[in-house]
């Protein structure tokens, strides 16, 4: 005579709960929930933190951190694309009230972002090919992708069915203006961005 072992019964852990216990085992490590499948990226290299703050240094001179808008890092997006699924922009504009949009996990409604921005590192593939169109899709106005790995500065606008309908891009020894919808027209340079020194 045998007897079964008594068990717990499994309790399966929904996507959000699975995503916040990679995050609390990877600390660094940005967790994002995108087309309903976790993806893990690792903490960025100095070169990725330094264009941050060679981007944020023009935005606060423009006056997007003040009274009407903010600029912020690493803020949580919800998107309407999956019951759970979210993205960590590396900078964002957003309207000054924010935080009276707050849906769940951190993160915030799509509409408070008039700009997001991504920095290509180990991630290069989600930057360049799925994540334009989630923040299409999401309303994002303003998607500004800094490519390191090519050398170039790509900058989407007029989001329209899940895409950008224009697609500038900025090579080395250009300068551009980002649209005046966010706020402010700003003008960067593409070698500032990818620390391309003269």
Not at 4 to 10: Q, Y
Not at 42 to 50: C, I, L, N, Q, S
Not at 100 to 128: A, G, K, Q
Request: glycine letters at 8%; one cysteine or more.
């Amino acid at each position: 005579m045998s007897a079964a072992a008594a068990e717990e019964p499994f309790e399966q852990r929904t996507l959000l709960e699975s995503a916040e216990l990679i995050s609390q085992q990877l600390v660094g490590h940005r967790v994002e929930i995108i087309g309903g499948q976790i993806t893990v990226t690792p903490p960025p290299d100095g070169p990725h933190g330094e264009t941050l703050t060679d981007l944020t240094i023009p935005l606060w001179s423009a006056g997007l951190h003040g009274d009407t808008s903010r600029v912020v890092q690493g803020m949580g997006m919800w998107l309407p694309g999956g019951p759970s699924d979210y993205a960590i922009p590396d900078l964002s504009v957003v309207d000054a009230d924010y935080q009276d949009h707050l849906i769940e996990h951190n993160c915030y409604d799509p509409m408070v972002f008039r700009l997001v921005v991504e920095v290509t590192s180990s991630n290069h593939l989600s930057d360049v090919k799925v994540k334009p169109g989630i923040y299409a899709d999401a309303g994002v106005p303003v998607y500004l992708i800094v490519d390191r790995k090519n050398l170039k500065v790509m900058v989407l606008t007029d989001p329209q069915d899940g895409e950008y309908r224009v697609h500038a891009v900025h090579h080395p020894g250009q300068s551009f203006t980002l649209p005046e919808s966010i706020g402010a027209a700003v003008t960067l340079s593409v070698n500032d961005l990818l620390i391309i020194k003269k």
